[in-house]
């Protein structure tokens, strides 16, 4: 078994970069979100928040941070028309003026090296695969504005004091990056399009038009980087680099009856090697 290179320091020119936020209705989140952007080691971003219907609740955090931050966001909204997350992500990939897209999730709190673990490992003809660690409740609830400039929610120690059970799933918030060099070449996990914490290239995602918008709730991001694979692009882990902490929410929208649909569109797609669908960022006429 080979082991993984050390990763050389050099300076190095990063591509221009979007990062694709999705919400909807749950703005204290997204506020705890984008003040982890705020504190970001790479400051050359910006920010698409895809907005499946919220209320007028969300565009006054948007609007907050718009005014007294320093962060770059464009507010991407359509009416709410039950769950439309593939639509609502097709137009921030249109409207981004980047090359380079970093896509997360309204409820899921970055680490300050977030941007800068994705951008050093971009490479043309894959996408980056990163991960989660899954906050309780009792702990997403607590975590404030302090906290996260402090970066406290990031340390092990911090959560299991503030109630956060054991788990051996804490390993991914390790620091030493030679480590989590190590981990993510031993892990089983395989690299996959995951919403909450994935990159990859604009240009890639136009090709094979962008998330398939037939799907609901369900692996519609595990969808998109099927058809990725199917045209050549390859998946690299990066789940022990790119760290984000899950905030805990319910998920009424999650139905066994988008589960099954699901499943039989992404069984097609391994089945047939597709990798465009005519429902997506183009529409079949």
Same mark, same amino acid.
């Given at each position: 078994m080979t082991l993984p290179a050390m990763e050389k320091t050099?300076?190095?020119?990063?591509?221009?970069?979007?990062?694709?936020?999705?919400?909807?209705?749950?703005?204290?989140?997204?506020?705890?979100?984008?003040?982890g952007f705020e504190v970001?080691?790479?400051?050359?971003?910006?920010?698409?928040?895809?907005?499946?219907?919220?209320?007028?609740?969300?565009?006054?955090?948007?609007d907050w941070f718009s005014k007294n931050s320093s962060l770059k966001i464009k507010h991407i909204w359509h009416p709410d028309e039950g769950f439309q997350k593939c639509a609502i992500l097709n137009k921030a990939i249109v409207r981004s003026e980047s090359d380079y897209?970093?896509?997360?999730?309204?409820?899921?709190?970055?680490?300050?090296?977030?941007v800068e673990a994705h951008l050093k490992?971009? #490479?043309? +003809?894959?996408?980056? $695969?990163?991960?989660?660690? /899954? =906050?309780?409740?009792?702990?997403?609830?607590?975590?404030?504005?302090e906290d996260i400039i402090q970066q406290r929610p990031f340390s092990r120690?911090?959560?299991? #004091?503030? +109630?956060?059970?054991? $788990?051996?799933?804490?390993? /991914? =918030?390790v620091k030493n990056p030679y480590v989590a060099g190590l981990l993510n070449f031993l892990t089983p996990t395989r690299a996959t399009w995951n919403g909450h914490n994935v990159s990859g290239w604009k240009?890639?995602?136009l090709a094979v038009n962008g998330y398939n918008e037939d799907m609901t709730y369900g692996g519609l991001d595990r969808e998109l980087g099927e058809r990725l694979m199917n045209f050549g692009i390859k998946g690299k882990q990066i789940r022990y680099?790119?760290?984000?902490?899950?905030?805990?929410?319910?998920?009424?929208?999650?139905?066994?009856?988008?589960?099954?649909?699901?499943?039989?569109?992404?069984?097609?797609?391994?089945?047939?090697?597709?990798?465009?669908v005519p429902n997506g960022i183009e529409k079949a006429k």
């Amino acid at each position: 078994m080979t082991l993984p290179a050390m990763e050389k320091t050099t300076t190095l020119s990063y591509p221009e970069t979007g990062v694709v936020i999705t919400t909807y209705n749950q703005p204290e989140w997204l506020k705890k979100v984008l003040w982890g952007f705020e504190v970001q080691t790479q400051k050359d971003f910006e920010i698409l928040v895809a907005d499946d219907g919220s209320a007028y609740e969300t565009r006054e955090v948007i609007d907050w941070f718009s005014k007294n931050s320093s962060l770059k966001i464009k507010h991407i909204w359509h009416p709410d028309e039950g769950f439309q997350k593939c639509a609502i992500l097709n137009k921030a990939i249109v409207r981004s003026e980047s090359d380079y897209l970093i896509f997360t999730d309204g409820d899921c709190i970055p680490r300050k090296d977030f941007v800068e673990a994705h951008l050093k490992r971009a #490479q043309k +003809g894959f996408f980056l $695969s990163g991960g989660y660690l /899954k =906050l309780s409740l009792k702990v997403s609830k607590v975590i404030s504005r302090e906290d996260i400039i402090q970066q406290r929610p990031f340390s092990r120690k911090w959560l299991k #004091q503030q +109630g956060q059970p054991f $788990s051996q799933k804490l390993i /991914k =918030l390790v620091k030493n990056p030679y480590v989590a060099g190590l981990l993510n070449f031993l892990t089983p996990t395989r690299a996959t399009w995951n919403g909450h914490n994935v990159s990859g290239w604009k240009k890639d995602i136009l090709a094979v038009n962008g998330y398939n918008e037939d799907m609901t709730y369900g692996g519609l991001d595990r969808e998109l980087g099927e058809r990725l694979m199917n045209f050549g692009i390859k998946g690299k882990q990066i789940r022990y680099y790119a760290i984000c902490l899950h905030l805990d929410h319910p998920r009424p929208y999650k139905t066994p009856e988008s589960m099954e649909k699901n499943k039989a569109i992404r069984k097609r797609v391994r089945r047939e090697k597709i990798t465009r669908v005519p429902n997506g960022i183009e529409k079949a006429k």
